[in-house]
Antibody, heavy 121, light 110 residues
Framework: EVQLVQSGAEVKKPGESQKISCKGS????????IGWVRQMPGKGLEWMGI????????TYSPSFQGQVTISADKSISTAYLQWSSLKASDTAMYYC??????????????WGRGTLVTVSS | QSALTQPPSASGSPGQSVTISCTGT?????????VSWYQQHPGKAPKLMIF???KRPSGVPDRFSGSKSGNTASLTVSGLQAEDEADYYC??????????FGGGTRLTVL
C-alpha cells in the first residue's frame, strides 16, 4: 500500500528540541519530493517547505525559514521536521505530503495522518 | 508570500451548486496553472480534489470541478451532498519551488 506514516503525538516543554518523522512505503521514496504543512488549532493549512529525498535539495517557506529544519534519509525512506527550541506557538498538527509532478505543475497527492505537537510548560 | 484569499464560509442545500473562490496575484494563481484544491473533514488529513486547475484525481466525483480566470480560481461543487460538508483549501505554485495555500472555506450543507 502506498502510504506516508507519521510519528506519534508529542508533548514537549518550551525550549526543548523535537524531531518528527514521515516514512514512505509502497513507492520509490527518493523519486518524490516530500512537503510539510502546519495546521494550528482551528486554523488553516500553511506550507512550511519541501525536500527532495534523492538529493536533499530543500526549499522553505519564508515564514518558516530559520525556524525549522527539514531533512530526509532516503536509505530508510523517511523525512523529518525538527525544531531546536520549541515555542508554545509551535503547537499544531503537522502533516507530511508527497508531491506529484504533473505535466503542468505539482500538487500533494498523498498525505500522512498528521503528527500533533503540543508545547506547554 | 501571502495566503490566497478564500471566503471563510459557503453553504448550499442538498442538490444545489456552490462555488468557492480563491484569489491570489499574478505571482501565484494568475501566473501558473498549478492550482489545486483539498477537502478536509474534521480530524482528518486533507484530500486532493482538483489539480492543475481543473483536473480530478481518480475517485473524485465529477460533481467537483475547477476553473480559473486571471488571478482567481474557483471550485464548484454541484449536486451538493451531506458528505461534501468540510473545509476546502486552494493552493497555488508561487514560483521558486514554493507553494501557498488559501485560508480555507468551511462548506455547510444546509
Amino acid at each position: 500500500e502506498v502510504q506516508l506514516v507519521q510519528s506519534g503525538a508529542e508533548v514537549k516543554k518550551p525550549g526543548e528540541s523535537q524531531k518528527i518523522s514521515c516514512k514512505g512505503s509502497g513507492y520509490s521514496f527518493a523519486s518524490y519530493w516530500i512537503g510539510w504543512v502546519r495546521q494550528m488549532p482551528g486554523k488553516g493549512l500553511e506550507w512550511m517547505g519541501i525536500i527532495s529525498p534523492g538529493d536533499s535539495d530543500t526549499t522553505y517557506s519564508p515564514s518558516f525559514q530559520g525556524q525549522v529544519t527539514i531533512s530526509a534519509d532516503k536509505s530508510i525512506s523517511t523525512a523529518y521536521l525538527q525544531w531546536s527550541s520549541l515555542k508554545a506557538s509551535d503547537t499544531a498538527m503537522y502533516y507530511c505530503a508527497r508531491r506529484y509532478d504533473s505535466t503542468m505543475g505539482w500538487f500533494f497527492d498523498l498525505w500522512g495522518r498528521g503528527t500533533l505537537v503540543t508545547v506547554s510548560s | 508570500q501571502s495566503a490566497l484569499t478564500q471566503p471563510p464560509s459557503a453553504s448550499g442545500s442538498p442538490g444545489q451548486s456552490v462555488t468557492i473562490s480563491c484569489t491570489g496575484t499574478s505571482s501565484d494563481v494568475g501566473g501558473y496553472n498549478y492550482v489545486s484544491w483539498y477537502q478536509q473533514h474534521p480530524g482528518k488529513a486533507p484530500k486532493l480534489m482538483i489539480f492543475d486547475v481543473s483536473k480530478r484525481p481518480s475517485g473524485v466525483p465529477d460533481r467537483f470541478s475547477g476553473s480559473k480566470s486571471g488571478n482567481t480560481a474557483s471550485l464548484t461543487v454541484s449536486g451538493l451532498q451531506a458528505e461534501d460538508e468540510a473545509d476546502y483549501y486552494c493552493s497555488s505554485y508561487a514560483g521558486s519551488n514554493k507553494l501557498v495555500f488559501g485560508g480555507g472555506t468551511r462548506l455547510t450543507v444546509l
